[in-house]
Structures are given as structure tokens and as C-alpha cells.
């Protein structure tokens, strides 16, 4: 299986201040990663030096050759941050000139219409709202067909509606054998998509791997119930760090949660509402950086 990108001990700086400290990665087709990082870890620094716009020491391999390659830039499509606006042109005027760059590409009016888009094709883009002009830059990066697709904060300004349906043709181009890359600051639409997390700190990778492997290293789980027992009932369960109690509502905080109900298990027929919820991503990723600011 072909790596489309491999990546190791790769180092940038700007003048005398190191953004990139030896980054090291690879990737295989038909996977989502979700790249993220606190601002100034090196997530746009990183995309740039993948598509060939920035210098970099160590190695950096596209489609195994050099990035920015005329057959990288080929099997790339890319929507980085800051549209492209410009003057008196429409969506459709935009795609096609984007479409005659590539010896195959694909019909911008069908990736308009599967993107539900149509009614856009001959707006000019200037008069698009911020949102509709997201998502017409996301049907540029597709026009050529690419194999890999690196995506900056692709759905800021989308509403809700836009970004379900943003995320749903995601995972097709996934289940299409697509690799996608993405960075976003909206972590909870991160941990919903992808398949692998590369999370960035002091420019390095500090976490390479799925989300369910990143939580066996955040254990923490919170139990929350109704319940007329005491107080003192719940406190000293097994796995149990820390318990809260208002009005009756009771939450434990616990890093063994099977421990912690199986105790719970006796008392279940007097206990109402129970759920049971684990670290999330955003959760997670805080508590790194405070880590790492501490």
C-alpha cells in the first residue's frame, strides 16, 4: 500500500524561532486524520511545506517525490485558509478555470450540483456569504480528483445544516479511497470523523493514534444520576476520585468507570437518570496544553 506522504524528522524555522522540531508521520489511502494543535503549533506551517509553498530540513515526501511536484500537485486538493475572491468572477467561471489545470478533471457543474451548490454556479463569488464561499472552495479542491486532500478549518462560517452535509461527503471521499488531512479547531467534529489523530505541541507530534487510544491515557470518566441515598453511599466506591451533589444529582468522577458501576450495581434500583460519559476530544486536548503550559 502507497504512502502518499512520508514524513521524518522534518524541521522549520522562521528566522531563529523554531516552529517544526522533527516531525514524523506517514500516511495510507483511505483515511482521515485529524491534525490539531494548539494556535502557532505548526498545523498551517506543516500543510505548507507538504504542498511545496515553504522550505523545510529533514524529509518530506509526496507521492514519492519532493513536495509541490508536478505529479503531487496533480493528486492534491487542498482548501487552505483565506478564500480566494476574486473580482467580477463567478463560481462557475472560477471551477472551470481550475478544471483546464488538470488532464482529468471532473464536471464543476456536477460537483455543484452533488455538493448542493447549483444555484451558486453563476454567482459572482464576491457576493457569496462566507459560509456558501467555504463550501464552494471545497468543491474546488475536488475538481481535479484528488487522491489526498488537505483541508484548513474547513467549516468555518458553515451552519449547522452545511456542515453535517460538508462532513458527510467527507466520509464518502473516504469510503472513495481518499486521504484526507484534516485541521480544525472545532474538536468535537474532529473526534465525530476521523480515523487517525496527529496532535501538535512545541512543534512536534506528542500524540500519533485513534481517539480511543488517546482516551486510555485520559481515564477519567464522569457517572452522573438522581438518587435519594446519602451522600456518604457513593463516596468511597471503587475508582471514585471525586464526588458532587446537588440537589439530590450526583456525579462521580472516577478513572476505573467499570469499577465504579459494578459497585453501583446493588444500588441501581434506587437510582434514576443515570448516565455514564467519557473525556471528549476537546476535554482531552485541553487538559494537554495545560500540561504543557504548566
Known amino acids: ?22 516531525i514524523s508521520f506517514s ?17 498551517t506551517t506543516l500543510l505548507n511545506i507538504l504542498l511545496g509553498l515553504l522550505p523545510a530540513t529533514g524529509k518530506a515526501q509526496v507521492f514519492g517525490g519532493k513536495p ?17 475572491v476574486l473580482p467580477g468572477v463567478t463560481v462557475i467561471e472560477m471551477l472551470a478555470n481550475l478544471a483546464s489545470a488538470y488532464p482529468t478533471s471532473q464536471s464543476p457543474m456536477k460537483l455543484l450540483k452533488e455538493n448542493g451548490l447549483a444555484d451558486l454556479a453563476n454567482k459572482r463569488l464576491r457576493s457569496l456569504s462566507g459560509g456558501q464561499l467555504r463550501r464552494v472552495i471545497f468543491v474546488a479542491a475536488l475538481v481535479g480528483d484528488p487522491q489526498l486532500l488537505f483541508l484548513d478549518e474547513p467549516t468555518v462560517g458553515m451552519d449547522v445544516t452545511a456542515r453535517d452535509a460538508f462532513w458527510d461527503r467527507v466520509r464518502a471521499l473516504r469510503s ?13 467534529e474532529i473526534q465525530g470523523v476521523a480515523d487517525r489523530l496527529l496532535i501538535m505541541q512545541a512543534g512536534k507530534i506528542a500524540f500519533d493514534g485513534t481517539f480511543a487510544e488517546l482516551q486510555t491515557h485520559f481515564q477519567e470518566t464522569a457517572i452522573t444520576f ?6 456518604s453511599t457513593f463516596a468511597g466506591l ?12 450526583v456525579q462521580l468522577i472516577t478513572r476505573d468507570s467499570k469499577a465504579t458501576m459494578a459497585a453501583l450495581a446493588p444500588m441501581l434500583p434506587e437510582i434514576d437518570n443515570l448516565t455514564v ?3 471528549s476530544l476537546a476535554a482531552i486536548f485541553t ?3 495545560q500540561k504543557e503550559t504548566a
Open 68 to 84: 509541490g511536484n508536478h505529479a503531487a500537485k496533480q493528486q492534491i486538493g487542498s482548501m487552505l485558509q483565506g478564500d480566494m
Open 287 to 289: 487538559k494537554m496544553m
Open 176 to 188: 472513495a479511497g481518499k486521504t484526507i488531512v484534516i485541521t480544525s479547531h472545532y474538536l468535537e
Open 1 to 22: 500500500m502507497t504512502n502518499e506522504l512520508v514524513v521524518r524528522d522534518l524541521q522549520f524555522s522562521y528566522g531563529k524561532q523554531a516552529v517544526l522540531r522533527g
Open 27 to 43: 500516511t495510507t489511502p483511505g483515511t482521515i486524520i485529524g491534525l490539531i494543535g494548539a494556535n502557532g503549533a505548526g498545523k
Open 277 to 279: 460519559t467519557h473525556e
Open 238 to 249: 471503587a475508582g471514585v476520585d471525586r464526588l458532587q451533589n446537588e440537589a439530590g444529582q
Open 226 to 231: 438522581t438518587s435519594n441515598l446519602p451522600e
